[in-house]
């Protein structure tokens, strides 16, 4: 049977108090008053309060124990991680324009939660503003306005081409705020994204004229290193950890950073097949989370400027800049950066900016002076600030005012002894070997404690020592804020602005004492390896920084075959990962952080010949009619919205929020555990019309199924619906009424489906029409 833990003892203040009151008549007959005013009265309630503040210390030591027991099994508990983000920065010193450097490690923050920089960058005081071309169908009127327009100018400009290959377009401003993702490849007229690099207004300001401002920017730009920061949309199409590889998204394509190439002086030849020219100055693949490319400018002035003799109705049309409305913002234009990819494929953007950087929230802790070294085996210190973020700490040991660094280690098993010994199975007068680490330390970065060795396996720090630890340390799910809360910095220089125009992902809190119970039996068993099936459920159960809702582990499935079923794929396991909290589990927004956080937890932990495809499931649309008749004197509506939330959970692919994921589910043998059937809906298991029915009936209420109706997003209603590799059921629609099932064509609605524009013969922009 299992072992309970229970308090010591549970009394509370009061029932201390009335406890002692009660004792009175029995002990002291006389004392009769025993109201507050009365000083014993007082006693006994100093005397209570304290022995409650005694009790809760004593229920504690249970707690201290258990979590000795896991230190003891060596079962670590997971600690926390830290929050990722990315920030841009704004280079608004006054003054004459310069560029501000700044190093890594530069503190931001967000209120009282600090973050700081990962790597390095050059501040460019200019500003950008990025757009896109959307392709619009405008009314008749318009269109033959524009193509009488443009009629003469394509017949001597450009190659002659009839009037309905143009194709029209709206300049439109991509969303600075990451509020609405963008797929270069089928939103887009040319499948770019145009970066407006821009003027500050005080500069245009304080030149004499726009051209001296622009020459003196340009001077000021070339050979510089501009960083553009990019975040990727969401994307299910899922990570696959190849063999001994990273993990990478699948179908990634390249994106091509692209500047103009100008021909002498900025004029364009007076031939009727002018176009603009492109030379691509960096490169780089779809990221799969938001990351920051570094762009080299030219290092010449006249290649980061503009065409000189465009005519007003060629701007904008082919593969010139977008056509910009705004004649303020035009004016500020100093060059354009074309992002364009390298193949027809989807590539959804979420934000793009400039002057940005990768931001991780951590603290650093310098110089911490840690209790001396008692030359004793098996010494312990602990730090200041818990939780450590783990590979950060650096240790110094002093002994006689000679400084030395200690290194980590993973098992001071395996550490060497202080005392260097010959091997007695090698061979007389062999040196004593030298590459085994001694001076070494473990750290348990959840509690946030130093361990040493015991003098046969690693080095005690020795009596008198001195130690000093450096290192960072974060706060867990409090760095998880929203975009926009980074907003100040105490090292930045004067002038420097900075926000983060997304918010941070991946911050969690160390796992507590009783998570890590729940996973003991599991911990012995993997060892934190993944090699069988129970392995990857367990590990990926623990990913930290993301609810995992629901794990199915298929061994021997590559998702991209076909037939696809286990076993086809040896060397190959499919994680199917589900999150617990999502509004609408069929769409995602913003970089997939989920299925990025699943795919680097288990990266360094799976075996290097297995290939592992990180996926969310395929979900399958489908839409429900019921018709029933309801026992009298139940209320129909009460009965209509029962009948839809069983029907609900019946076709949930999320277990309920009951049932621990962390037991054994029910093997094909009919071993233990939690039943399949309880952790969502099964893989591979057709959704059958008359099963459905079955679910209604059960409901309290309802007389008599009259017949359910279930389909897919077309066609005829179906008996049954198949299942496939990872498809599961999604309920699109119900409807649920009293009498015959209502008809599925009145509850569904199907459109048109959605193609990828093609690129096109001649880009018109078109001016939007505004009531003045």
Same mark, same amino acid.
């Given at each position: 049977m299992p072992l309970t833990l229970p308090n010591i003892d549970d009394r509370k203040y009061q029932q201390l108090l009335d406890e002692a009151l009660s004792r009175i008549p029995v002990h002291n007959p006389e004392w009769t008053n025993f109201n507050k005013a009365d000083p014993g009265v007082t006693l006994l309630e100093l005397f209570s309060f304290l022995t409650e503040s005694l009790l809760y210390r004593a229920n504690q030591i249970p707690e201290r124990n258990r979590l000795k027991f896991l230190q003891l099994l060596g079962v670590p508990l997971q600690p926390a991680s830290s929050a990722k983000g990315l920030v841009a920065f704004r280079n608004e010193r006054g003054g004459p324009p310069q560029t501000l450097t700044l190093t890594d490690g530069v503190e931001v923050r967000a209120g009282n939660v600090p973050f700081r920089t990962e790597r390095g960058l050059d501040v460019l005081p200019v500003q950008a503003a990025v757009f896109y071309k959307r392709s619009v169908a405008p009314e008749k009127r318009v269109k033959e306005y524009y193509q009488e327009l443009y009629a003469s100018f394509t017949a001597t400009t450009l190659p002659p081409a009839p009037p309905g290959e143009l194709q029209f377009y709206e300049t439109t401003p991509f969303s600075p705020r990451g509020t609405e993702p963008l797929d270069l490849n089928t939103q887009t007229l040319d499948r770019a994204l145009w970066v407006a690099l821009l003027? /500050?207004?005080?500069?245009?300001?304080?030149?004499?004229?726009?051209?001296?401002?622009?020459?003196?920017? #340009?001077?000021?730009?070339? $050979?510089?290193?501009?960083?553009?920061?990019? %975040?990727?949309?969401?994307?299910?199409?899922?990570?696959?950890?190849? +063999?001994?590889?990273?993990?990478?998204?699948? $179908?990634?394509? *390249?994106?091509?950073?692209?500047?103009? #190439?100008?021909?002498?002086?900025?004029?364009?030849?007076?031939?009727?097949?002018?176009?603009?020219?492109?030379?691509?100055?960096?490169?780089?693949?779809?990221p799969a989370e938001p990351v920051v490319v570094d762009v080299p400018l030219p290092s010449s002035e006249d290649e980061l400027g503009q065409w000189s003799n465009l005519d007003p109705l060629e701007a904008g049309t082919r593969d010139f800049p977008p056509s910009l409305d705004d004649e303020e913002l035009d004016n500020r234009v100093i060059t354009w950066l074309r992002i364009t990819s390298s193949a027809p494929v989807s590539v959804k953007l979420l934000w793009a900016g400039i002057n940005a950087a990768p931001v991780t929230q951590r603290e650093h802790v310098t110089g911490e002076l840690l209790p001396q070294g008692t030359g004793e085996p098996d010494q312990v210190v602990k730090l200041a600030r818990a939780p450590v973020l783990p590979g950060t700490v650096r240790l110094t040991v002093t002994v006689k005012d000679t400084s030395e660094p200690w290194s980590q280690i993973d098992d001071l098993m395996s550490a060497g002894p202080e005392v260097a010994v010959p091997d007695p199975r090698l061979p007389p007068k062999t040196p004593a070997s030298t590459n085994t680490r001694v001076k070494v330390f473990r750290l348990d970065a959840e509690a946030g404690e130093l361990r040493f060795g015991d003098g046969a396996h690693g080095a005690r720090p020795p009596l008198g020592a001195t130690l000093r630890a450096e290192y960072d340390h974060g706060v867990g799910s409090a760095g998880n804020v929203g975009s926009g809360m980074v907003t100040s910095g105490p090292a930045l220089p004067p002038g420097i602005q900075v926000e983060n125009p997304l918010p941070t992902w991946g911050g969690a809190d160390a796992e507590d004492v009783k998570q890590g119970e729940r996973s003991i039996a599991r911990y012995l068993q993997h060892?934190? /390896?993944? @090699?069988?099936?129970?392995?990857?459920? %367990?590990?990926?159960? #623990?990913?930290?920084?993301? %609810? *995992?809702? #629901?794990?199915?582990?298929?061994?021997?499935?590559?998702?991209?075959?076909?037939?696809?079923?286990? $076993?086809?794929?040896?060397?190959?396991?499919?994680?199917? %990962?589900?999150?617990?909290?999502?509004?609408?589990?069929?769409?995602?927004?913003? =970089?997939?952080?989920?299925?990025?956080?699943?795919?680097?937890?288990?990266?360094? /932990? /799976?075996?290097?010949?297995?290939?592992?495809?990180?996926?969310?499931? &395929?979900?399958? +649309? !489908?839409? @429900?009619?019921? $018709?029933?008749?309801?026992?009298?004197?139940?209320? &129909? =509506? @009460?009965?209509?919205? =029962?009948?839809?939330? =069983?029907?609900?959970?019946?076709?949930? +692919? !999320?277990?309920?929020?009951?049932?621990?994921?962390?037991?054994?589910? @029910?093997?094909?043998a009919g071993a233990p555990g939690t039943p399949r059937r309880q952790r969502g809906w099964p893989l591979r298991k057709a959704v059958v019309s008359l099963e459905l029915a079955a679910v209604a009936g059960r409901v309290e209420g309802v007389a008599l199924v009259r017949g359910v109706g279930l389909g897919l997003a077309t066609g005829a209603a179906q008996d049954q619906v198949p299942m496939t590799a990872l498809q599961l059921p999604r309920l699109a629609g119900i409807s649920v009424a009293v009498g015959d099932p209502p008809s599925l064509d009145e509850l569904r609605g199907t459109g048109p489906v959605a193609t990828g524009a093609q690129r096109p013969f001649v880009s018109v922009p078109v001016v939007p029409e505004e009531c003045r």
């Open positions: 003027l /500050r207004p005080a500069d245009l300001k304080s030149s004499p004229t726009r051209k001296d401002a622009l020459k003196q920017i #340009r001077e000021l730009l070339k $050979g510089q290193v501009l960083t553009v920061g990019l %975040a990727p949309a969401g994307d299910t199409g899922g990570r696959e950890l190849v +063999p001994n590889g990273q993990a990478r998204p699948e $179908g990634s394509a *390249v994106l091509q950073f692209q500047i103009p #190439r100008l021909p002498p002086g900025g004029m364009l030849p007076d031939t009727a097949d002018r176009n603009a020219s492109w030379r691509t100055l960096a490169t780089a693949e779809v060892r934190d /390896r993944l @090699v069988t099936a129970q392995d990857f459920e %367990a590990l990926t159960l #623990r990913t930290p920084g993301v %609810a *995992v809702g #629901r794990v199915e582990v298929l061994p021997a499935f590559h998702p991209a075959l076909s037939p696809n079923e286990p $076993g086809d794929a040896p060397g190959a396991v499919t994680v199917m %990962a589900i999150p617990r909290f999502e509004p609408d589990p069929a769409q995602t927004q913003g =970089a997939d952080a989920f299925l990025d956080a699943v795919a680097c937890w288990l990266a360094p /932990r /799976r075996l290097v010949t297995t290939e592992i495809f990180v996926r969310r499931p &395929q979900y399958k +649309p !489908l839409w @429900v009619t019921v $018709g029933l008749e309801v026992v009298a004197g139940m209320s &129909q =509506a @009460v009965v209509r919205e =029962a009948v839809k939330a =069983a029907l609900t959970a019946f076709l949930s +692919p !999320l277990p309920p929020k009951d049932v621990d994921l962390l037991e054994p589910t @029910v093997s094909l």
